[in-house]
C-alpha cells in the first residue's frame, strides 16, 4: 500500500533565509521541512524519527557537509543524503557522492533549483526504498534457506537414528539365532545399513548437504566394523589411508556400501585363523578418477575359483559401481586379495533426473 503521508526533509543550512524560502516552496510540493543549522540540531531531529530524506549545504560555516556525511557515516542507519552545493564545485560534489550522498543539488537563485530539489527527493526516496525492499526480500530468503537448513538436518538426524535403530534390530535377531549362515547374512546387512547412517549422519553434523567428505565418512565406517570385529574376538585389524575426495550422497553411498561388503568378505574368508590385517586405500589418479582398494594378505584365491558365499553381495557391488561409471577388478595379492574400484570423479546422473544434477567435487 502506498505511503500517503507527506515526506519529511531535514535540511541543514546556516542561512536561515534560504531555509524559511525553501520551506514555503517545498510546502507547496507536498514536503514537510525540518531545518537545522549544525550537526547537533540535526542529531536532535534525527533522533526524533520520521525523516525520509536529508539536503545538506556544503558550506555550514565552521563545518562542511563533507564533514557530516563522515559523522553520519557512524550512525547505524540514516535516511538519504542529497547534497546542496555551488554550482562551481563540481569537485565537491564529486566528493559527497563518493563519500556516500545519493544526488547533489547546485544551488542557484533560478526558479530550476526547487525542481532539481524535488526531483533529487523523489529519486532519493525511491532509491532508499527499493534498498530497503531489497534488504528485506534478502533477509526472508536467509530466513528460508536457514529454515530449510534446519529441516534438512533434523530429517537427516531421523534418518540415521531410524537406520540405527533398523541395524540394531537386525542385530539383535542375529543373536537369537543358531545357523550360521543366517547369522553371517543378517551381520551383512546390518553393515550396510550402517553404512547408509552414517552418511546422513555425518550431513547432519557437518552441516553441509550437499557432499559427503569420503576420508571421514569411510574412516568412521572402518572404525564401526573394526570394532565389531573385535566384539566378536577376532584378531583382525583393519588399516586405511584416504586421500581428501568429496562427492555427493548417492555416490558416497555406493562407496560405502561397497566397502562394507569387501571388509565383511575378508573378515569372513580371508583368514580362518581370525588373525591378520586388512587395507582399504583411495587414492586419487592423475585422469581424474579415484581409485578404492581393499587389500587382505590372507588365503586368496585358487585360479578362476568362485568366490564363497550366495553372490549376493558381489551382486551389489556391481550395480553400485555401474551406477557411479566405475569399473571392478579382483586381483591376487601374492598372498591374499586385492578388490579393486576405480571410479570417476565427476558423477552423473542417471538421465531420469530432471534436473540434470552433474557434480564435481
Do not use: C
Amino acid at each position: 500500500m502506498p505511503d500517503s503521508r507527506s515526506k519529511r526533509v531535514l535540511y541543514l543550512d546556516d542561512d536561515q533565509g534560504l531555509v524559511r524560502l525553501v520551506q514555503k516552496s517545498l510546502l507547496r510540493l507536498g514536503y514537510e521541512v525540518v531545518s537545522a543549522g549544525s550537526w547537533a540540531a540535526a542529531q536532535a531531529a534525527l533522533a526524533e524519527g520520521g525523516i525520509d530524506v536529508i539536503a545538506l549545504d556544503h558550506d555550514l560555516g565552521s563545518e562542511t557537509g563533507l564533514d557530516i556525511i563522515a559523522q553520519l557515516g557512524d550512525l547505524p542507519k540514516h535516511p538519504p543524503v542529497v547534497y546542496v552545493t555551488g554550482s562551481s564545485e563540481l569537485s565537491v560534489a564529486v566528493a559527497a557522492l563518493k563519500a556516500g550522498a545519493s544526488d547533489f543539488v547546485p544551488k542557484t537563485v533560478s526558479e530550476d533549483f526547487m525542481a532539481l530539489l524535488n526531483s533529487a527527493f523523489r529519486r532519493a526516496i525511491e532509491k532508499e526504498r527499493l534498498r530497503e525492499r531489497k534488504e528485506q526480500a534478502e533477509a526472508e530468503v536467509r530466513a528460508a534457506r536457514d529454515r530449510a537448513e534446519l529441516l534438512l538436518q533434523e530429517v537427516n538426524h531421523r534418518i540415521a537414528n531410524s537406520l540405527a535403530m533398523a541395524a540394531s534390530f537386525v542385530n539383535l535377531q542375529a543373536g537369537s539365532l543358531v545357523d550360521g549362515a543366517a547369522k553371517a547374512a543378517l551381520e551383512e546387512t546390518k553393515n550396510r545399513i550402517h553404512a547408509i547412517s552414517l552418511v546422513h549422519r555425518q550431513l547432519y553434523t557437518k552441516g553441509d548437504f550437499r557432499f559427503v567428505a569420503l576420508n571421514d565418512y569411510l574412516a568412521n565406517l572402518i572404525e564401526q566394523m573394526t570394532a565389531s570385529a573385535r566384539s566378536g574376538d577376532e584378531g583382525i585389524a583393519i588399516h586405511h589411508d584416504l586421500a581428501r575426495v568429496e562427492l555427493p550422497i548417492d555416490a558416497s553411498v555406493n562407496l560405502g556400501v561397497i566397502v562394507a561388503e569387501w571388509i565383511s568378505n575378508a573378515l569372513k574368508y580371508a583368514y580362518p585363523s581370525g588373525q591378520g590385517r586388512i587395507d582399504v586405500t583411495l587414492a586419487l589418479l592423475d585422469d581424474g578418477r579415484a581409485r578404492l582398494t581393499v587389500a587382505d594378505r590372507g588365503v586368496g584365491r585358487e585360479g578362476d575359483a568362485a568366490r564363497q558365499g550366495t553372490g549376493f553381495g558381489t551382486r551389489i557391488v556391481s550395480v553400485m559401481a555401474d551406477s557411479m561409471a566405475g569399473s571392478i577388478d579382483y586381483q591376487p595379492g601374492h598372498p591374499g586379495t586385492i578388490a579393486a574400484l576405480t571410479f570417476p570423479l565427476r558423477v552423473t546422473y542417471p538421465a531420469q533426473d530432471t534436473e540434470g544434477r552433474q557434480e564435481t567435487p
